[in-house]
């Protein structure tokens, strides 16, 4: 004989379903309003004045950093303008590849590959023949959001023979992200260079 198998009512199962379900949909409530409070908090931190704290003859002090929109000046613009020249344009056989890394912070990426391309065509040349190059900035304008500048390349041939090259540059900048190497968040985005004569 077959064991008998009570089973529920139909109605006492909806009902402990029921239960079951409002219990879910209260938990899934408070979970929300976890979260939710968790992020309010979050963005109102991230919002929040940052607090610095330095050192100075064994006494802290405490200052109180904003968040501001930082305006860019002419002076920002020259002065990003003569960092990239003189990084860019100044060289030698052992710092070659070191130039790639001092110009990323200023450049923007896609004429960053372009001038590596440039200096990895070059570099053997650069390195047999002991090549050196510095520049020297004649003159620098500013117009319509562009740089025009004067250089000479002062080009080391051999230990004591150099050759002065005029150029003519003209440079585009670029807002950008503001971070710790770039703070005024200026990026050169494009440089055409003439030969002078």
Avoid: C
């Avoid at 002065?79 to 912070?105: G, H, V």
């Avoid at 003159?139 to 004067?150: M, P, S, T, Y």
Wanted: net charge positive.
């Amino acid at each position: 004989m077959l064991p008998i198998i009570k089973t529920e009512k139909p109605i006492n199962q909806w009902a402990r379903l029921n239960k079951v379900l409002v219990a879910y949909r209260f938990a899934l409530l408070v979970m929300s309003g976890v979260v939710l409070g968790f992020f309010v908090l979050t963005v109102i931190l991230v919002n929040k004045d940052t607090i610095v704290i330095g050192m100075a003859n064994n006494e802290n002090l405490l200052f109180l950093g904003e968040r501001k929109d930082v305006s860019i000046s002419e002076t920002d613009v020259e002065k990003t303008a003569r960092l990239f020249i003189n990084t860019r344009y100044s060289w030698n056989k052992s710092n070659s590849e070191s130039l790639i890394k001092d110009l990323s912070p200023i450049t923007s990426s896609g004429l960053l590959k372009k001038i590596e391309e440039t200096f990895n065509k070059n570099k053997a040349a650069v390195a047999q023949n002991g090549l050196a190059q510095d520049v020297i900035i004649r003159d620098i304008k500013l117009d319509d959001g562009k740089v025009f500048a004067q250089i000479d390349r002062v080009i080391q041939l051999a230990e004591k023979m150099k050759v002065v090259s005029p150029m003519d540059i003209t440079i585009t900048l670029i807002r950008g992200q503001s971070n710790r190497w770039n703070a005024t968040g200026l990026y050169v985005n494009s440089v055409i260079e003439h030969e002078g004569e």
